[in-house]
């Protein structure tokens, strides 16, 4: 029999005496494996947030479906989902979306404060060791970093569709994105070559 609102499952919670568990324990003449009990993330039902309940919240409320603070999940009737716990450029979903970021990263801490015996403050700190922020600066930086790697390429199409258009007009381009168009009909450049090449006649 279960108390109302459980679900009847093949598992049992057991509280050992010590800081080591062991690996497995003798119920009658059945020898029944034994591993840490990993609880799920805590999530305020008032604010959304992680790390407190809602009897304990000093939040405001906050829509679970759409993080607006205009409403309740209740009365939400936005179709496109936002998750209060993940900010800016996050793919759409709720708060309480089990592949929600913010919850994988809580279940991870979780993990660990469980499987090393720690405080959750320590399991914070592995956890923050092991995955390091990545600061507004740095992502600034990796993104510029990648659109001056495409510009190269983006230049060197341009030119190319340059000359395929010709038509045998005179076209003057510069030597350095001569060099750069494979199978085009531009000569070898000399040594005293001057700084434009001219296509066509």
Do not use: W
């Given at each position: 029999m279960t108390k109302r609102g459980t679900v009847s499952t093949n598992n049992i919670i057991l509280t050992f005496d010590s800081t080591d568990l062991p690996s497995e324990i003798r119920v009658g003449y059945v020898k029944v494996r034994v591993r840490p009990f990993v609880p799920a993330p805590m999530?305020?039902?008032?604010?959304?947030?992680?790390g407190h309940t809602k009897d304990n919240c000093r939040g405001r409320p906050t829509c679970s479906k759409c993080a607006s603070q205009d409403h309740t999940d209740?009365?939400?009737d936005s179709e496109t989902p936002r998750c209060v716990n993940c900010g800016e450029g996050q793919t759409p979903h709720s708060a309480y979306d089990r592949s929600c970021p913010a919850y994988v990263k809580e279940k991870?801490?979780?993990?660990?404060?469980?499987?090393?015996?720690?405080?959750?403050?320590?399991?914070?700190?592995?956890?923050?060791?092991?995955?390091?922020?990545?600061?507004?600066?740095?992502?600034?930086?990796?993104?510029?970093?990648?659109?001056?790697?495409?510009?190269?390429?983006?230049?060197?199409?341009?030119?190319?569709?340059?000359?395929?258009?010709?038509?045998?007009?005179?076209?003057?381009i510069p030597v350095g994105a001569a060099t750069a168009l494979r199978g085009s009909r531009a000569p070898r450049q000399a040594a005293d070559a001057p700084e434009l090449v001219t296509l066509g006649g």
């Amino acid at each position: 029999m279960t108390k109302r609102g459980t679900v009847s499952t093949n598992n049992i919670i057991l509280t050992f005496d010590s800081t080591d568990l062991p690996s497995e324990i003798r119920v009658g003449y059945v020898k029944v494996r034994v591993r840490p009990f990993v609880p799920a993330p805590m999530r305020c039902f008032r604010c959304q947030r992680f790390g407190h309940t809602k009897d304990n919240c000093r939040g405001r409320p906050t829509c679970s479906k759409c993080a607006s603070q205009d409403h309740t999940d209740e009365t939400c009737d936005s179709e496109t989902p936002r998750c209060v716990n993940c900010g800016e450029g996050q793919t759409p979903h709720s708060a309480y979306d089990r592949s929600c970021p913010a919850y994988v990263k809580e279940k991870e801490i979780m993990t660990i404060k469980a499987t090393r015996n720690l405080s959750f403050k320590e399991a914070r700190e592995v956890y923050n060791q092991s995955h390091p922020k990545t600061s507004y600066a740095q992502k600034e930086a990796l993104r510029r970093g990648e659109e001056e790697r495409r510009a190269p390429a983006a230049t060197t199409a341009a030119a190319r569709d340059a000359c395929v258009e010709d038509t045998g007009r005179r076209l003057d381009i510069p030597v350095g994105a001569a060099t750069a168009l494979r199978g085009s009909r531009a000569p070898r450049q000399a040594a005293d070559a001057p700084e434009l090449v001219t296509l066509g006649g």
